[in-house]
């Protein structure tokens, strides 16, 4: 078996992973990332970037180039129900240089992160190279074992950061315990070619199902929001069922979703979970992101809560790292504590305050969600909405 060292090593190349990756090889931190797939083109991952996330690529000096990337803005979340249409977000009211959520390809956000990275000494990507397990001395984690196209591959590390997802193996290996909530929904993506000029409501109640559209410029990315364990029963009921929910919403779709949704092949099931470890690390290893909290895709807060992970993590541990130190368990416990609160907020919206905004079953029609009954009866509300959603209640800097 191939041995390597590094001072930290990242297992996962999604935005924390990356994220983490930058800013703690910018500190002077020998870092490895860890990245299972061969690139980052995958379809219907979160492409939001959210303001506090181009705040951070600001202070980065990075943010004339990352703009241009191309992308497309969103001022407001709007809600469109049978009670009518409702300005549930409306992101050009909050404060700061960024007013909107900018809609952006992940794959291409992550090779930005990644030349930017790679630029820097100390930096190492290392893709098709899947963690399997931990390496353990008693109690302590030493770092991981990795398969690649070479060979088994050990890399030995001060700390090891498991940013590998939702079924994250590090953190099945390191034996941590989840706390799981109940999803309010399962989400079935796809894409419908896109006029010039058309436009959209965001979000459309109708009878046992919500759509949301996201405008990719070409195209849009639809997400049709099911009730939680339905799939098989959506499917049974046949692709002409899900073309006429479609069309009902937006009639011009009725085409374009018989052209373009061919069979259940063109449409890509994400199994909604909202999960939280309760405690975050062992010695020499720390979970952020979605490997420490799954998040359900409303809002697309689960992408700036990793990234936000990733800043917080980098800028309190990057120090100890530097120093050629292992983080205690106090050390790796106060970044816990720093991203915990922002975690359960958002968590406890998804699943208690929004919960109503989706369908209980494949027949009922989301009226009147409470949400957005509230923000239509105090207007001034879709500011802390848009606040609470784009910022976050604790949103972290770069030092």
Same mark, same amino acid.
């Given at each position: 078996?191939?041995?390597?060292? #590094?001072?930290?090593?990242?297992? !996962? !190349?999604?935005?924390?992973?990356? %994220? ?6 910018? @500190? +002077? ?16 991952? !979160? ?35 049978? #009670? ?19 809609? %952006?390809? @992940?794959?291409?956000? /992550? ?17 098709? &190279? ?6 353990? =001395? ?23 950061? &498991?940013?590998? +997802?939702?079924?994250?193996? %590090?953190?099945?290996? &390191? ?16 894409? /419908? ?13 109708? #009878? ?31 692709? +002409? ?15 374009? *979703? =018989? ?24 010695? !020499? ?12 895709? #409303? ?5 700036? $809560?990793?990234?936000?992970?990733? *800043?917080?993590?980098?800028? %309190? ?23 915990? $609160? ?24 989301? =009226?009147?969600?409470?949400? &957005? ?7 001034? $509300?879709?500011?802390?909405?848009? @606040?609470?959603?784009?910022? +976050? ?7």
């Amino acid at each position: 078996m191939k041995t390597e060292t #590094a001072q930290c090593c990242v297992v !996962g !190349g999604g935005p924390a992973g990356m %994220m983490a990756g930058l800013l703690l090889a910018r @500190q +002077g931190v020998r870092v490895t990332v860890l990245e299972k797939h061969g690139d980052f083109l995958r379809d219907f991952r !979160g492409d939001t970037v959210h303001p506090s996330t181009l705040q951070v690529i600001d202070e980065l000096g990075l943010l004339d180039e990352f703009l241009r990337i191309p992308h497309t803005k969103v001022t407001d979340i709007t809600v469109r129900t049978p #009670a009518g249409p409702t300005t549930f977000a409306d992101f050009s009211k909050i404060r700061g240089r960024f007013p909107y959520i900018a809609f %952006m390809p @992940q794959w291409d956000v /992550l090779d930005f992160l990644a030349r930017k990275a790679g630029e820097l000494p100390g930096f190492t990507l290392m893709q098709k &190279a899947e963690a399997t397990t931990v390496i353990r =001395e008693g109690d302590q984690v030493r770092g991981v074992r990795a398969d690649t196209p070479e060979g088994p591959l050990e890399i030995r590390a001060d700390l090891v950061i &498991a940013a590998d +997802g939702r079924h994250s193996a %590090m953190r099945k290996a &390191a034996g941590l315990t989840v706390s799981a909530s109940a999803a309010p929904m399962d989400v079935l993506w796809f894409r /419908l070619a896109r006029e010039p000029g058309e436009t959209m409501s965001f979000l459309h109640t109708g #009878a046992g199902f919500v759509l949301i559209t996201i405008d990719r410029g070409a195209y849009w990315q639809v997400a049709y929001v099911i009730p939680q364990g339905q799939y098989d029963a959506v499917r049974a009921e046949g692709l +002409g069922r899900l073309r006429a929910d479609v069309s009902s919403v937006h009639p011009p779709f009725a085409e374009r *979703v =018989e052209r373009e949704i061919h069979d259940w092949d063109d449409v890509k099931l994400l199994g909604v979970r909202v999960d939280r470890l309760r405690t975050w690390h062992r010695p !020499g290893l720390l979970c952020v992101g979605d490997a420490a909290h799954a998040m359900s895709p #409303a809002g697309g807060v689960g992408i700036n $809560l990793a990234v936000q992970d990733a *800043v917080a993590a980098a800028r %309190m541990l990057g120090p100890v790292l530097r120093t050629g130190r292992t983080p205690t368990p106090h050390e790796l416990r106060r970044v816990q504590r720093r991203r915990e $609160l922002p975690v359960r907020a958002v968590q406890l919206a998804q699943v208690h305050m929004l919960a109503d905004l989706y369908p209980k079953d494949r027949r009922s029609v989301v =009226e009147r969600p409470f949400a &957005a009954r509230l923000v239509r009866r105090f207007p001034f $509300l879709n500011r802390w909405t848009a @606040q609470f959603i784009g910022v +976050g209640l604790r949103p972290e800097h770069v030092s």
